[in-house]
């Protein structure tokens, strides 16, 4: 050893032992699952098949963030894509709300099952969703007298101004020219140019019409999309289909009481089962964040709300 070398203890590796490290990325199939992940998923298997498809029912897998919500997720995926027994009796689809906003939250949830079943493209999904179409409507409106006197003069200045142009202009020819062009110029010109400014002057002392876009919606949105999930989820070729929904406690309190709120006023349809992935206190205090619920009532509702759960 050299001499300028620090001294320190003894970190030579004991024969035969290995340093062993476990990714943090979520696993995705059997060969992965060392902390046993498997039996999680034996037991959510057996939950979702006892549920009744004739009603609607949400399954809560509880946990702190990177205890393995979302390899359990996916294990579950995988058994449900290679058994053949199961994959009849369940479909499966995957929702990660952590990527969503507010404002695209039903969207995405479209656009994610879509991807699943394959019946809309998210361009028809935002068309029928949001799409509007503009109805041109004519308002009449009468104006003051002031401001209709004023409109009056105004469009009788430039009538005015040619007449006296013309006038001049012809007496000035007939002058040098000893042409009597008067008389033809107030025929041919300025009689046709007085009767098209009287029309424009008693228009505007009428009455204001102006033409304005109006934008109608074609369907509330809340309605639309429930129909559009209804539509999507009635390809399914199983009795129950499995929503997971992943990372619900990863956003902000007002998405995560969106969701559940969308959850259980739009889509709570016999046969859908939800798997909300979350860490249930997070959840809480997202209920609480938002103002909605006290934390009795907070932890009321999540009971109410998960009559299933594993942990």
């Avoid at 300025?190 to 002392?205: E, H, K, M």
Wanted: charged fraction near 30%; include cysteine; charge should be neutral.
């Amino acid at each position: 050893m050299s001499k300028n070398q620090p001294q320190g203890p003894n970190l030579k590796e004991p024969r035969g032992v290995r340093p062993s490290f476990i990714s943090d990325i979520a696993i995705t199939n059997d060969e992965q699952d060392r902390l046993g992940h498997g039996f999680f998923v034996n037991q959510i298997v057996s939950m979702i098949l006892g549920c009744d498809p004739r009603y609607p029912f949400n399954i809560g897998l509880f946990g702190k963030w990177g205890s393995g919500k979302t390899g359990i997720i996916n294990l579950l995926k995988k058994r449900i894509e290679t058994d053949d027994q199961l994959k009849k009796q369940v479909d499966f689809a995957y929702i990660d709300v952590w990527k969503f906003s507010k404002e695209s939250l039903r969207q995405e949830i479209l656009v994610e099952l879509n991807r699943k079943f394959g019946q809309l493209s998210p361009d028809e999904i935002q068309e029928r969703l949001y799409y509007v179409h503009e109805e041109e409507t004519e308002v009449s409106r009468e104006e003051p007298w002031k401001r209709r006197l004023k409109r009056m003069v105004l469009s009788a200045i430039p009538y005015l101004a040619l007449s006296v142009i013309l006038i001049l202009t012809g007496a000035f020819l007939s002058w040098h020219l000893k042409l009597d062009l008067v008389a033809p110029l107030v025929v041919l010109v300025l009689i046709p140019l007085l009767l098209q400014t009287l029309d424009r002057v008693n228009a505007a002392a009428s009455a204001v019409r102006r033409t304005s876009k109006r934008i109608i919606p074609q369907a509330s949105s809340p309605q639309e999309f429930e129909k559009l999930f209804l539509e999507t989820i009635s390809r399914k070729k199983s009795q129950r289909l499995v929503i997971a929904v992943d990372n619900l406690d990863r956003c902000d309190s007002e998405i995560a009481v969106e969701m559940l709120g969308t959850i259980k006023s739009m889509m709570e349809i016999p046969g859908c089962i939800y798997l909300i992935a979350c860490d249930n206190e997070a959840l809480e205090r997202h209920l609480g964040n938002t103002k909605r619920f006290e934390e009795p009532d907070a932890k009321e509702f999540l009971r109410k709300f998960f009559p299933i759960s594993d942990r």
